[in-house]
């Protein structure tokens, strides 16, 4: 009992020393990621503010910057997820790093929005409508198209056209260093092979990296089955009444990802110890 009894202190005494330890690291932390965003926004911030960007490399480069500041949020979970293994406060971490960037980014997006004039409302005929499959219930928008007979889940790889030319713009972004190609191809030479169900080329190699770290797959859009778009029930106005309502901010979609996939994650660790019990 003497040995126990001078045991204990000590293992307070450590417990105490750790948490310090480890909150002093995260704010370290939490300082390098976001001197990094900021510094990064501000590479992004040049390159869209070039007289000479026009609106399809701008939507490029807002979308370029998203993606980076999500994975920015996901890499600094990974590192929470290190730091504060024993303890309960990796949620927290994380969200309080994402209000950090939350101000900035919001205040690009919102410039975005006004320098690539969005609109959804602007219908010919039958496209540029939000439709619902009588099958899933997923929620379409057509951009082009005739009204023959299709599968839900079947798209276009056009991604935007200009009198007859497809502009793609890829955005890389590494080291510090803004990477941008473009690709102008005429929409004849497209035709039909642009139609595609199930993954993308580049979802199917992301999944190879998603199965190796373990994490969840990104599943194919739509069920499958046939459907006609006339024949389907416009949403329009309702999913453009919704759009509305939506706060003018995604930052915390990151954030609530990595919450359900720390739900799972505890949910599949407590059926492991029930199972281990019997």
């Known amino acids: 009992m003497e040995v126990l009894q001078e045991v204990k202190p000590k293992s307070?005494?450590?417990?105490?020393?750790?948490?310090k330890a480890t909150e002093d690291n995260m704010k370290r932390y939490k300082k390098e990621f976001t001197e990094e965003f900021e510094d990064t926004l501000e590479i992004f911030k040049d390159k869209f503010n070039e007289p000479s960007t026009d609106k399809a490399l701008r939507r490029a480069l807002f979308f370029a910057f998203k993606d980076y500041k999500n994975n920015l949020i996901e890499k600094y979970y990974d590192v929470a997820k290190r730091e504060e293994e024993v303890s309960d406060f990796v949620l927290e971490h994380v969200l309080s790093f994402s209000n950090e960037i939350y101000h900035q980014f919001d205040d690009f997006k919102k410039k975005v929005e006004e320098q690539?004039?969005?609109n959804l409302t602007t219908y010919?005929?039958?496209?540029?409508?939000?439709k619902k499959c009588p099958h899933c219930g997923t929620i379409?928008?057509?951009?082009?198209?005739?009204?023959g007979e299709t599968r839900c889940g079947t798209r276009d790889k056009i991604k935007d056209r200009f009198y007859g030319i497809y502009k793609d713009y890829i955005v890389k972004y590494e080291n510090k260093?803004?990477?941008?190609t473009q690709n102008n191809i005429s929409q004849n030479e497209i035709g039909n092979l642009s139609e595609f169900s199930g993954l993308t080329n580049e979802e199917i190699n992301k999944n190879r990296d998603l199965q190796q770290q373990g994490k969840?797959?990104?599943k194919p859009i739509g069920c499958g089955n046939y459907i006609r778009w006339r024949e389907m029930e416009d949403v329009t106005e309702k999913v453009n009444n919704l759009l509305k309502e939506i706060p003018n901010t995604d930052y915390d979609i990151k954030f609530r990802e990595i919450c359900k996939k720390e739900e799972s994650l505890n949910f599949r660790n407590e059926i492991h110890d029930l199972e281990s019990l019997i």
Do not use: M, P, Q, S
Request: aromatic letters at 18%; proline letters at 0%; charged letters at 30%.
């Open 216 to 218: 969840t797959l990104i």
């Open 116 to 118: 690539i004039e969005l």
């Open 124 to 130: 010919v005929g039958e496209t540029n409508k939000f």
């Open 177 to 180: 260093n803004l990477e941008i």
């Open 12 to 19: 307070r005494e450590f417990l105490r020393y750790f948490k």
């Open 140 to 147: 379409w928008f057509r951009i082009a198209g005739c009204d």
